[in-house]
């Protein structure tokens, strides 16, 4: 007799199949939703972010006149910015901070037809901050010290904005025809080439001050160099640029100016060297007016006792004379 067929147990047995590959669905797509938030996780932190921020308690001021800015209180709003940024930094997440001006952003929704009184303007303004190249990368930085470094950014990004255009505006020879921004660029190139091979090895800080019409034009470079010859100073970041061009732009328009040297060497205690922009060119200071420069109350013209260990120096011949007129 043929056996019995037991549904019973045959329906069981399906039924913990049908279970089992159920569950193992589930979990295969428990699984695969896992792997793409862990990846869609990995991919933010690849993607750099970038927050406008009011620095100034004035420009935090004129952002409240606006209904959609919620905060109240610029020292709140900064605690607030903090945290935010520790937050990003917690998750792996670059983010640059750039400052917010409220008149550049006002006129920005104006060009773009944006309503300035909404979130998506500000966003869109703010994205706009990410490609000036005035950003600072927070780098786990609390605020207070973020916000002077930031400020200090804005006005190297402005001074050197402002020093290239009047490098563009200069025009031509008129003996020549040369483009005198273009010369003034590539003789303040040189010009600083033969103040690092003058200066030798150390650590060397450099200021250049250039008056125009409307500002008083500042780059301040720190370089250092080795004991070999061939080998370029280093510097960071474009501070060699920002230098080039505003010490450019005082040799272009060809009125006053100065340039300060200070190097520290190991073996010898700091010397000072300097020089004056005057009619197109870099002049050597002799150490008497080295001397006067830096032992003189800029603002009130009173003598101030001289740096001990600080040798007073004449400069050196760094720029042959100017071709333009």
């Known amino acids: 007799m043929p056996p019995k067929n037991d549904s019973t147990g045959t329906n069981s047995t399906a039924r913990t199949s049908r279970t089992a590959r159920t569950a193992s669905t589930t979990r295969t797509a428990r699984t695969a939703r896992n792997s793409g938030t862990d990846r869609r996780r990995r991919l933010r932190r690849e ?26 209180d610029h020292q709140d709003y900064l605690r607030h ?9 917690a998750q792996g997440i670059h983010t640059t901070v750039a400052l917010f001006d409220p008149e550049e952003y006002a006129e920005y929704a104006a060009e773009h037809g944006l309503d300035p009184d909404t979130v998506e303007a500000r966003t ?23 916000v002077p470094l930031l400020v200090d950014e804005a006005v190297r990004q402005a001074t050197w904005e402002y ?12 003996d020549c025809g040369e483009d005198i921004g273009h010369a003034s660029f590539e003789r303040a190139t040189a010009a600083l ?13 450099l200021v250049c001050s250039v008056p125009t019409e409307t500002e008083q034009l500042v780059a301040v470079l720190h370089a250092e160099t080795g004991t070999d010859p ?16 505003v010490l450019a732009a005082g040799l272009a328009l060809g009125g006053p100016g100065g ?14 060297h300097g020089w004056r922009l005057d009619r197109g060119r870099l002049a050597v200071l002799p150490a008497a007016a080295v001397f006067n420069a830096y032992c003189t109350d800029a603002d009130t013209g009173e003598p101030v006792a001289p740096e001990p260990g600080v040798e007073y120096c004449p400069g050196y011949e760094v720029d ?3 071709p333009h007129h």
Do not use: K, N, Q, W
């Open 81 to 89: 910015v903090d945290g935010l940024l520790r937050s990003l930094a």
């Open 320 to 322: 042959g004379p100017g």
């Open 163 to 174: 020093a290239t255009a009047l490098l563009a505006g200069a025009g031509t020879c008129a």
């Open 230 to 245: 061939g080998e370029p100073p280093r510097m960071e970041g474009r501070d060699g640029l920002d230098f080039v061009t």
């Open 124 to 146: 869109l303004f703010t994205a706009e901050l990410a490609g000036t190249g005035a950003g600072v990368p927070h780098a786990g930085r609390p605020i207070d010290e973020l």
């Open 47 to 72: 993607v750099p972010g970038t927050i406008g921020l009011l620095a100034d308690a004035g420009d935090f001021a004129a952002m409240r006149e606006y209904r959609s800015f919620v905060f109240d």
């Open 259 to 272: 340039l300060v040297l200070r190097s520290t060497t190991e073996d010898h205690g700091d010397r000072v």
């Open 193 to 205: 080439r033969r103040l690092m091979a003058g200066a030798g090895p150390g650590r060397h800080h």
